[in-house]
């Protein structure tokens, strides 16, 4: 992976997916590689909205006193215009294990989690990082947090980096990854969590060269997918 010259961030993702060109052209066979799929020339709008989130375990301390919630704060990075990174995140209070959070359109359809949304530019590649926390602090600035994170120095450098990565003959996919999750730490230090906070950590980058860039309902086949002690669902769709 290449160097985005920083010290790696204390968190690490759970489960991480990529698609590369590297990946596509070491495969063998020629036959069975993948074929190339891009977005149709008429989509101008890409959208990529959290379906459901499940917290399985973790809330519970071993003295029995429970977490006050959760925190669920996302990073989106694509290398494109003033904000080639970009933040959501909201805090849900009273969650035990078990409990899916009312997000999405089967647990809550009037509280859409919508984590990206673009229009006009279409990004080359997309790398999406989603972590879930706890929290026993009650109602974190969420907002406050943002904001501090793209004000810093640290902000700015990592969409530089990202921004160099992404618009170059072939996109540094490596670059993407490191900076995606460096943005994850950032987000999280002005949160103040530790790394024992973390319930479930997901990272994945996507291309348009070779994979619509996710286009569809992740699992397509289930209604969720295991992420630590979390089980997730979200969906890209583009118009």
Known sequence: MDDVSQPPTAFRPDVTETVTDADLTAVAPAPSRRARRELPKQVTAVRLQIVAIQVMSGLR?????????????????????????????????????GDLLPLGPANDPSAVFTVYYREGQLPRTLAFSLLVIRSNQGLRDIGGAISGAMADDRYKELSDIVTTAVTGAVPVYGTLLQVAQESIGLIAAYLKAKPDDQLGYYQVNYTNRFDNLGVGRHPANARTFAVDKIMLAYQLDAS
Request: net charge negative; no cysteine; hydrophobic share 40%.
């Open 61 to 97: 301390g071993w003295l029995g006193a429970s977490s006050n919630g959760v925190i669920v704060v996302s990073s989106v990075v694509d290398g494109l215009g003033s904000e080639p990174i970009t933040f959501q995140g909201k805090p849900y209070l009273g969650i035990k294990d």
